[in-house]
């Protein structure tokens, strides 16, 4: 494991500090191909005890910062529920994002804040994506997202930067999507009857109405899904028998 380099100067950043719980996730996009990664390091007292990185297809630069964001939640969630940490970014948009703007999109239903009432009926970029933060750090009082500058010779950020370019090139560690998983899943629906194959083709059907195809299996939440499905005016019986397939899915995800 790598250990927080020693700042430059002594006027070095406070994202030097080697005390506690840190965590730096950077992302990056390559304009011409669109391929995107993420990545994210975390140290604690100065330390590197873990990172991850990965990598998307079709991606835009914002998306891949707040995947960063994310995935370091859902690390610190599993690993360290309940600590307080810092998750370092040097994206304005991710940070404000999670700090100024996510109590009002959430208020908003997650839709644009604007006086134009046409453009206030849209959904936020990557709303999948803020309303996984949203409910990350809903369980974690102890986190504190804080913005850094990048390329500024700032140790953990120039790792989780490394690592977000290792991702965008090789794919480290792909992300599934939502669509990704429901095209891997068909083909073991082969053998079934064709009421069977047509009752989950409904199930996928009125998933992906209320949750994007592109969305990070990470960022899949049932009982949200169950929300939308239920605000739908779709019958109690059939959002129960829905969300009982897809724990089912779920259940075999490592299996297909």
């Known amino acids: 494991m790598n250990d ?3 700042p430059h100067s002594p006027s ?3 994202p030097e500090s080697r005390d506690g719980l840190q965590l730096f996730a950077d992302g990056s996009c ?6 995107g990664g993420w990545a994210f390091v975390a140290y ?8 991850r990185c990965g990598g998307a297809e079709d991606a835009a630069n914002n998306r891949m910062e707040v995947t960063a964001l994310l995935q370091a939640m859902l690390w610190l969630n ?15 948009v991710a940070v404000k994002g999670c700090n100024d703007w996510r109590p009002i999109w959430r208020n908003n239903g997650w839709k644009k804040i ?7 009926s849209r959904a936020i970029q990557n709303a999948d994506l803020w309303q996984a933060i949203d409910r990350a750090l809903a369980v974690n009082a102890g986190v504190t997202v804080m913005w850094c500058k990048g390329h500024a010779g700032i140790g953990g950020n120039e790792r989780a930067d490394g690592l977000a370019e290792q991702g965008r090139r090789a794919g480290g560690e792909a992300i599934m999507t939502l669509d990704q998983l429901i095209q891997r899943y068909r083909p073991h629906l082969a053998d079934e009857s064709v009421g069977v194959r047509r009752s989950w083709e409904e199930v996928f059907r009125y998933t992906l109405k209320h949750y994007p195809g592109d969305t990070p299996m990470e960022a899949f939440d049932l009982d949200l899904l169950a929300e939308r499905l239920s ?5 109690p019986p059939l959002v129960a028998g829905y969300v009982k397939r897809w724990r089912e899915l779920l259940a075999r995800v490592d299996e297909l």
Do not use: M
């Open 4 to 6: 927080i380099p020693s």
């Open 12 to 14: 070095a950043p406070t």
């Open 30 to 35: 390559a304009p011409d191909s669109r391929r």
């Open 44 to 51: 604690r007292d100065g330390i590197e005890v873990a990172s």
């Open 78 to 92: 599993a690993n360290a529920a309940g600590e307080q940490a810092v998750i370092w970014s040097d994206s304005v």
């Open 114 to 120: 604007t006086a134009n009432p046409r453009l206030r």
């Open 231 to 235: 605000a739908s005016d779709l019958h």
